[in-house]
């Protein structure tokens, strides 16, 4: 029994300084916001001595058009990136499985080099790359004659939406490449032998064998890329500031926007439990989907 | 025709020579075993013929046709892995229809076959389940199902009995013989189990260190060991073997308080033999005697352990401990003082350096 | 066809998408270092130069001198995510051995407590967050980013190194007690040893996300450039000198050096990490 006990008592001291971490900083943050979500908070933090509002707040956001649009603007970003980087990081991780063994470690390094890379300071740089007059882009465009003059990519509407999904999925295509390696790598060499004694070719064994095997893991990738997606906020602060105008503003940006450029703390916290929401639920929909699956001892 | 010959095979994995010059015929329709050790090759060898290997030097024929680079979808072989390899997501009836699948048969033909198959191997109760919901048995019958239900040119199997526990895989393996001969298909079949070996082959190749030792008839390399190592791979218990001298003079093998007159058949051994000769004799060729007879040797008991159907001794003779076979009934204590007949017909020598056998004159 | 030309081909088509990818990769860095390496002034040539007609180490000079250095801004950036590394290796690892060895009722509920955190949108516990550090009177002050970042590791951390003690047998435990030690001897002189590899993975990747944390690092940092990271410093460069791409770029070189020469050296431990978090199933 005693042994037991000290395990337990164990478990709970080894426990404790994480949980008290996590508290201070992610949960005790997320009810603090929301209590300032139904005050008025202008230029203040104060929510004891502030008015009330109750839902105040969240019926100017929904009243919002600029909510909407940043609201629009997150989701079909987080759409097409998704698919996009899906694709892309699938191809990736299927090229360091086909491509000679002494190549495989060149282009695992390639591919993880993105990943390493700051969102902010990869901003800096397609803002660079992006730009209109000298940016390499617009040149490459110019050159191969598909474009007359180089397009204004951050600040043509048309385009400022799509510069910023690429620039994003440039390094979240070598993340999802990363995570789908992984997947690929617990496929067991045996069943892909088996496949191929049963006359099963390339096609075949992937789309029967391989593809069927890896479903859990594009399952957990494409919920936590989701999620990512819909609380993006590096890349449009460092690439186009949310503009042209607030076209390219999601809705993290945009609520960010309120705390620190117009200091509304309730308001933007409003926006911020919308958001929130948004995510949460693909976090619950992870949780009933994917925890089931886990055993632990003991 | 579907006999398949493997030439001068080589496969290295960087510095590591897996096979080593290996040619080999595998009859049609007879059933072949590769035997060894592990490292020895015989998985090697098998995927190669499988071509889930390249080889690094060397060529594989079936049926007189060079097949070496003919991709293994296209061999028409089919193989069963040791862990069955069964397709965890696949239900027992898409499992065995997915090889006819990838030969795009009609859907009625796939149905007919498979639940064929499935009837002859006793697992058609079975098709609605997955793999994660069935016994071991029951995987690896349906892993022979799935090689089968094609009909296949030749049957591949890397160790398929290995684990099943020891009860099953006496019974799987008289099954499987029996499965063989019924289709009569040329089969290769790898194991490290000697018994295994000995009751499935029809000719048997026992190999070691990427080459071949020696092939042929069980019985026969049973019987006609051509070194020591396939002499004590194969037969359970092991052979026993006696480091001895050869006294010319005397026409005897000599050692520590041991001497043994030359049998007749090998005529006389000329001087070549004088430094070393290994006796080796099989524990079930050795009579064990409570008085000394003509050839007899004298031993002492080191440790008694009653199999239930038989006793099996270990002797301390000529310096060394030997184990011998006997019946139930003989009692015998730690220590006593006995006397041993080797069966002179089985007694086979092996030169100590080479550790060839000794050819009769 | 011949084994020789499949082979050949094989090669051929590797090489081909190595290549491929490289140039999607690469591209951006390789316009990045070749912008760094114009002088100051001349990066609008036109038409545009794929490799400066003159390489020069102005741009280099300039962003390490008095106007800019951006090596106070790494310097920050380097205490912050060791001290971040360091600790959140510490308690994640505890808090993920809990979990996946000991005997403990509550297993589920902790690791999904720590994982939801983990995907929450930073923007959620920003305000807060802010208000907190400003009445510890750390704003402006590096302890003020790095005690946040420590739990925003923490959910990643503890996630890999839980899959890793998971994969360990079982029997290691049972075999630490019978030779006498307590359970948090267990832990710490047995199964830490081995989890080294997890821990350089785990370590890396709290690093890089330290490293690369935004959201906090400009709220707090806003303003008092001797404590930016360099996230912010970089965000900030491009935001002031707009048209000074040398300068801008000399600094994400600089900025990035330290980074992929991170992840170059541990690369084999950086995707045994990342990909333990598919693999925990």
């Known amino acids: 029994m005693r042994v037991h006990l000290s395990e337990r008592r164990l478990a709970v001291l080894l426990l404790i300084p994480a949980a008290i971490l996590l508290i201070v900083f992610y949960y005790y943050p997320i009810v603090q916001t929301l209590i300032f979500s139904v005050f008025d908070l202008d230029h203040t933090t104060d929510w004891l001595h502030a008015p009330f509002v109750g839902l105040g707040n969240y019926i100017e956001v929904l009243k919002s058009a600029q909510f909407w649009l940043s609201m629009r603007f997150t989701l079909y970003f987080t759409v097409l990136a998704v698919f996009l980087e899906f694709w892309l990081g699938l191809g990736m991780a299927m090229a360091t499985f086909w491509v000679t063994p002494k190549l495989r470690g060149l282009l695992r390094t390639l591919i993880i080099i993105p990943w390493a890379i700051p969102q902010v300071i990869q901003a800096s740089m397609w803002k660079w790359l992006f730009n209109a007059d000298m940016g390499l882009i617009g040149d490459i465009l110019v050159r191969l004659g598909i474009v007359s003059k180089s397009p204004l990519f951050l600040v043509d509407p048309a385009l400022a939406v799509h510069s910023v999904i690429a620039a994003y999925i440039w390094k979240t295509s070598c993340v999802t490449a990363i995570f789908l390696m992984g997947g690929l790598a617990m496929v067991p060499q045996h069943l892909i032998d088996a496949a191929k004694m049963d006359g099963a070719r390339a096609w075949m064994r992937f789309w029967k064998i391989t593809l069927p095997l890896i479903k859990p893991t594009i399952l957990v990738v494409l919920l936590f890329r989701v999620g990512d997606g819909l609380r993006v906020f590096d890349i449009v602060y460092g690439l186009t500031g949310g503009g042209p105008g607030t076209m390219t503003d999601t809705l993290s940006s945009f609520a960010y926007k309120f705390y620190f450029r117009f200091v509304q703390f309730g308001l933007g916290s409003a926006y911020a439990v919308v958001t929130f929401i948004l995510v949460f639920s693909i976090a619950l929909y992870y949780i009933r989907k994917v925890y089931p699956h886990f055993t632990f001892r003991g | 025709m579907a006999e398949v010959r493997v030439e001068n095979l080589t496969k290295k994995f960087g510095n590591v020579v897996a096979l080593d010059h290996v040619s080999l015929t595998f009859e049609d329709q007879e059933l072949t075993v590769l035997v060894g050790p592990s490292g020895c090759g015989k998985t090697t060898l098998l995927r190669i013929v499988a071509g889930l290997e390249e080889s690094t030097e060397g060529y594989v024929y079936m049926g007189g046709k060079e097949i070496s680079n003919v991709q293994p979808w296209n061999r028409n072989m089919a193989m069963v892995f040791q862990n069955y390899a069964l397709y965890p997501h696949m239900t027992v009836f898409d499992n065995m229809a997915f090889p006819l699948r990838a030969r795009k048969m009609r859907k009625e033909y796939i149905l007919k076959q498979v639940q064929q198959t499935a009837q002859s191997l006793g697992v058609d109760q079975l098709l609605r389940r997955k793999p994660r919901e069935l016994s071991g048995g029951q995987m690896q019958r349906v892993a022979v199902g799935r090689a089968t239900v094609r009909q296949p040119e030749v049957f591949l199997m890397d160790e398929p009995l290995s684990n099943l526990d020891a009860k099953l895989r006496v019974e799987m393996r008289a099954e499987l013989k029996r499965l063989q001969k019924d289709l009569g298909v040329t089969t290769i079949y790898v194991t490290h189990d000697q018994a295994e070996a000995m009751t499935m082959a029809d000719k048997l190749v026992v190999m070691r260190d990427g080459k071949i030792q020696q092939e042929g008839a069980p019985e026969e390399v049973y019987a006609k060991p051509r070194n020591t190592f396939v002499a004590s791979f194969i037969g359970s218990p092991a052979m026993n073997f006696i480091k001895c001298t050869y006294n010319v003079e005397r026409r005897a093998l000599e050692a520590p308080s041991f001497q043994y007159p030359l049998p007749e058949r090998y005529g006389a051994l000329g001087h070549s033999h004088q430094d070393g000769v290994i006796l080796g004799v099989r524990p079930e060729k050795i009579r064990v005697l409570l008085t000394s007879g003509e050839r007899s040797v004298r031993a002492r008991v080191y440790v008694s352990e009653p199999l239930g159907k038989e006793n099996l001794l270990t002797l301390e003779v000529a310096g060394t401990l030997v184990k011998a076979i006997t019946a139930p009934e003989c009692r015998l204590s730690i220590g006593q003082d006995v006397w041993l007949d080797f069966d002179e017909e089985s007694v086979h020598l092996f030169d100590v350096d080479t550790t060839e056998a000794i050819s009769v004159a | ?281």
């Not at chain 3, 600790?87 to 505890?94: C, K, N, P, R, V």
């Not at chain 3, 029997?171 to 007690?177: I, Q, T, Y």
């Not at chain 3, 995707?271 to 693999?279: D, E, F, N, P, V």
């Open chain 3, 1 to 281: 066809m011949s084994k020789a030309w499949r082979q050949r081909i094989h090669v051929l088509t590797s090489v081909f998408l190595v290549l491929l990818i490289g140039v999607f990769t690469m591209t951006p860095l390789y316009w990045i270092v070749n912008t760094s390496l114009k002088e100051p002034g001349t990066e609008f040539r036109i038409p545009l130069e794929y490799w400066p007609a003159k390489v020069s180490l102005q741009a280099y000079r300039d962003v390490l001198g008095p106007n800019f250095r951006i090596q106070d801004a790494i310097r920050n950036s380097v205490i912050v995510s060791s001290s971040v590394t360091v600790a959140a290796l510490f308690f994640g690892s505890l808090a993920a051995y809990t979990i996946a060895r000991l005997r403990f009722k509550y297993k589920i509920q902790s690791l999904m407590f720590m994982q939801v955190a983990g995907m929450m949108p930073a923007i959620i516990t920003i305000a807060p967050t802010f208000v907190l550090i400003r009445s510890l009177g750390l704003l402006g002050k590096l302890p003020g980013l790095i005690l946040p970042n420590i739990a925003y590791c923490i959910p990643v951390v503890s996630w890999l190194m839980a899959a890793y003690f998971a994969a360990l047998p079982f029997e290691l435990e049972d075999a630490g007690k019978m030779d006498g030690y307590t359970p948090f001897g267990v832990f710490w002189r047995v199964i830490m040893p081995l989890a080294t590899p997890g821990l350089f993975s785990a370590g890396v990747i709290a690093f890089l996300g330290s490293w690369g944390e935004f959201m906090l690092a400009l709220t707090i940092g806003m303003g008092v450039r001797t404590m930016q990271t360099v996230p912010v410093a970089i965000l900030g460069f491009s935001r002031n000198f707009d048209l000074q791409w040398a300068w801008v770029s000399a600094g994400v070189v600089m900025s990035l050096a330290p980074i992929i020469l991170l992840v170059v050296v541990f690369q084999r431990w950086v995707i045994r990490g990342l990909t333990a978090g598919a693999i925990k199933y």
